[in-house]
């Protein structure tokens, strides 16, 4: 039998200030997999990751995460969420948050020094975050969201600033924690960011373009080139 999906979203709408932000979407999304959600900034990215995760106000349809409905008590200890902008305290060393956190979460004592180490900032755990990077600060709220080994991880723009190398690396991270099992969903407005993933949800203005990976996205518009073939799919679209 078929895993059931770790993502289960059915004509989801949502309006925000009174104007529809996103127009019954529907999709599902395969256990321990990267799936990259992209688009341009302002096509409901980040209100679909708030639905997903709970924290937004749906008008009508059905989301469901890990077999529950989004947001329920239940989940709060298996979904990681990551914003774009950093959710740490900045008057903290990269250390003192982790610990903080890793009591909010219950989590064991041992999963700080993971987590730090999983994201690279070894060498920066005693700094206080307002003295380090962009990028840096932005590893250090992924590992609070790590310390309670997630079953799903949604990341909104969470390679936003960084250099290609650390870029490079963190999607190596992302791969590492969905052989292990972990489901992610990682959004992004650079569409040579999904190369590194095995599915896409490609939105424009509200709408799901596409729901595939990149190599039948390939196949579909005759485009080697992914954000060729992603203007190809809206041209597509435009001419319906």
Request: aromatic residues 4%.
């Amino acid at each position: 039998m078929a895993s059931p999906p770790a993502i289960a979203v059915e004509g989801l709408t949502v309006r925000r200030g009174g104007r529809p932000v996103l127009h019954g979407l529907s999709f599902s999304i395969a256990a321990g997999t990267v799936t990259g959600l992209l688009g341009p900034s302002g096509c409901g990215k980040t209100t679909l990751m708030r639905s997903i995760v709970g924290v937004q106000i749906v008008e009508a349809g059905r989301v469901e995460v890990l077999g529950t409905p989004a947001g329920s008590a239940s989940l709060r200890a298996r979904v990681g969420y990551v914003t774009q902008a950093p959710s740490v305290y900045r008057d903290l060393s990269v250390r003192e948050n982790l610990r903080y956190f890793a009591r909010v979460l219950a989590a064991p004592n041992e999963r700080i020094e993971e987590a730090i180490e999983t994201v690279a900032l070894g060498e920066q755990a005693d700094q206080v975050v307002a003295s380090l990077s962009g990028g840096q600060s932005a590893r250090v709220s992924l590992a609070t969201a790590l310390l309670g080994k997630p079953d799903l991880l949604v990341l909104d723009e969470p390679t936003v600033g960084l250099d290609p190398v650390l870029r490079r690396d963190l999607w190596a991270t992302f791969r590492g924690l969905a052989a292990e099992g972990t489901t992610l969903l990682v959004s992004s407005h650079v569409m040579e960011e999904a190369e590194h993933c095995d599915e896409l949800l490609l939105m424009r203005e509200g709408e799901l373009l596409a729901t595939e990976s990149p190599a039948a996205l390939r196949a579909r518009t005759g485009r080697e080139q992914l954000d060729e073939a992603f203007l190809a799919l809206i041209e597509e679209r435009a001419a319906v």
